[in-house]
């Protein structure tokens, strides 16, 4: 049983999380991108999904890339023949 009590509390906390970060980019996308470019503003629905597209595209790949060659780079050429 308390598996299942971790699961329910760990998907609530996943669908909690999703919710406050559409609502998050749903706040700057209505305040500063519809004016200036004459957009109308984004529904909560569409700022979650934009949150999965950027997800999908930029997901966890790319920051460990990014991270690996930074570190690689600060490196120098004997450290990496040891």
């Known amino acids: 049983m308390p598996d299942v009590v971790g699961l329910a509390g760990g998907l609530l906390a ?3 999380g999703l ?4 609502a998050v980019l749903l706040w700057p996308w209505s305040t500063t991108v519809s004016a200036p470019f004459s957009l109308r503003a984004i529904t909560f629905w569409q700022a979650h999904k934009l949150l999965l597209i ?3 595209l930029f997901g966890p790949q ?3 890339k990014y991270t690996s060659d930074r570190q690689s780079a600060a490196v120098g050429p004997s450290e990496h023949e040891s």
């Open 19 to 22: 919710a406050s970060l559409s």
């Open 54 to 56: 950027a997800g999908m």
């Open 62 to 64: 790319s920051a460990t």
């Open 14 to 16: 996943a669908v909690v």
